[in-house]
């Protein structure tokens, strides 16, 4: 006797995913092909641009004659700015003078327009108690003149309390007018 074998059929469903993966994954590859194909004709038709445009080679006459011209000219302008003339105004201005906390430093921030060198002179005093002066370089920063670490130690007061200030800059003959105020020192 014969036995019979059951036919097994695909469900139609199962058939038409399959086809439309099939033609959705065969129009994407298509896709990647023409925009690779594209991607190089366009790096074809630009310019490859050089690796290193750098001219390692000496400085022609030209150049050196620029070169010193800009450095003539930088050095003159600094030499200007260092030796102001006489009749220069010279002015202090306080940007900020406090002690961070007790028995820490008095900081003394200036900005100094009209010289870029010289000395700062910072006084302070307080009835009936020595009176304290220190002098600062006057060194340029990168816009302005200040007085160089300009910090003085709480030790170097005898007292606790209110001390007034004066600050002024010299230069020469040129001497600022006193930037002054009054700040509390705690020992």
């Known amino acids: 006797m014969k036995i019979a074998k059951k036919q097994?059929?695909?469900?139609?469903?199962?058939?038409?995913?399959?086809?439309?993966l099939l033609v959705v994954g065969g129009a994407g590859?298509?896709?990647?092909?023409?925009?690779?194909?594209?991607?190089q004709v366009a790096s074809t038709d630009t310019a490859a641009r050089p690796?290193?445009?750098?001219?390692?080679?000496?400085?022609?006459?030209d150049e050196q004659k620029q070169q010193e011209d800009t450095k003539t000219d930088v050095i003159k302008?600094?030499?200007?700015?260092?030796?102001?003339?006489?009749?220069?105004?010279?002015?202090?201005?306080?940007?900020r003078i406090n002690q961070g906390g007790k028995s820490l430093p008095l900081n003394?921030?200036?900005?100094?327009?009209?010289?870029?060198?010289?000395?700062?002179?910072?006084t302070l005093t307080k009835s009936g108690q020595p009176t304290v002066t220190k002098t600062f370089p006057i060194i340029v920063?990168?816009?302005y003149s200040t007085c160089q670490q300009a910090d003085i130690a709480a030790s170097e007061f005898s007292v606790d309390g209110?001390?007034?200030?004066s600050v002024t800059a010299a230069n020469g003959s040129s001497t600022s007018n006193a930037a002054t105020g009054s700040v509390t020192i705690a020992k």
């Open 162 to 165: 209110d001390w007034n200030y």
């Open 77 to 95: 302008k600094n030499d200007d700015a260092s030796n102001p003339p006489a009749q220069s105004n010279i002015s202090v201005t306080i940007s």
């Open 108 to 122: 003394v921030r200036t900005i100094i327009n009209g010289t870029n060198s010289g000395t700062c002179t910072v």
């Open 8 to 20: 097994r059929k695909i469900p139609k469903k199962v058939i038409v995913l399959a086809l439309g």
């Open 29 to 39: 590859a298509f896709g990647l092909y023409e925009s690779q194909k594209a991607n």
């Open 51 to 61: 690796i290193n445009s750098v001219d390692y080679n000496p400085p022609t006459p």
């Open 141 to 143: 920063q990168a816009t």
